[in-house]
Structures are given as C-alpha cells and as structure tokens.
C-alpha cells in the first residue's frame, strides 16, 4: 500500500520542479535537472517512513516527507554546485509543503466524509 503514497508524493515533486522551470523554460531536462535532488531527497524520506512503521498517509509522513524531500533537496542541490538562493528556499518549502500535506489533507477529509455519511 505505501507504493501509492510514494507515487504521489514523487509526482508532486515532479510538479514542483515543472512549476519552478515554467518561468525558465521548460524542457524535460531542466525540469529533471531541477528535480533530480528533490526526487532523491523524496526517496530517503520514504526510507525514514518505512522505518517508523508508517503507511505514509498520516501527518508524521507528511512532516517526515516535507522536512527531508525540502531540506535534503536544498542540501543536495547545493553540494552539487546548483544555486539555492534565499527566495528559492522559501518557495520551495512552501509549495513542498502544499502539495506534500495538501493531497494527505484532501484524502483524510474525503475518507472521513465517507466514513460519517
């Protein structure tokens, strides 16, 4: 089951980087070029949300995900010689953080609505 949630959580990030590319020109590369320490930093979160025994749709895998897919993407791209200015940090953590808690959000909104109707 944590195949879905994982899925999701790396095609919003894949989201995040066309988004932030859209401005500079978009082309398959640039965007990979932009993800690429996202993704990676994404899948070391998902490690940690294994380890904790999570299923990754509670709020614990949302905070795991954002903190690590943000800051180890913003680690990631500054040891490999990529720019991360002030102004690019705050955006990233922000949408980061509305795409990765946001659909969790929706999902625990829409099955509590099932569950009480």
Known sequence: ???????????F????AAIGRASHGLSALGILATAWPF???????????VALGDQGFDLRS???VWLVTWLGGIGLRLVSGTSAEAP?????????ALVLWGWRLVRFLVTRRRRTA
Not at 88 to 96: H, K, P, Q, T
């Open 88 to 96: 690019f940090i705050v955006v990233a953590g922000l949408v980061l």
């Open 39 to 49: 993704l990676l930093a994404c899948l070391v979160a998902w490690v940690i949300v």
């Open 62 to 64: 949302a905070l795991v």
């Open 13 to 16: 990030v894949l989201i995040f």
């Open 1 to 11: 089951m944590r195949v879905v949630p994982l899925a999701v959580d790396l095609i």
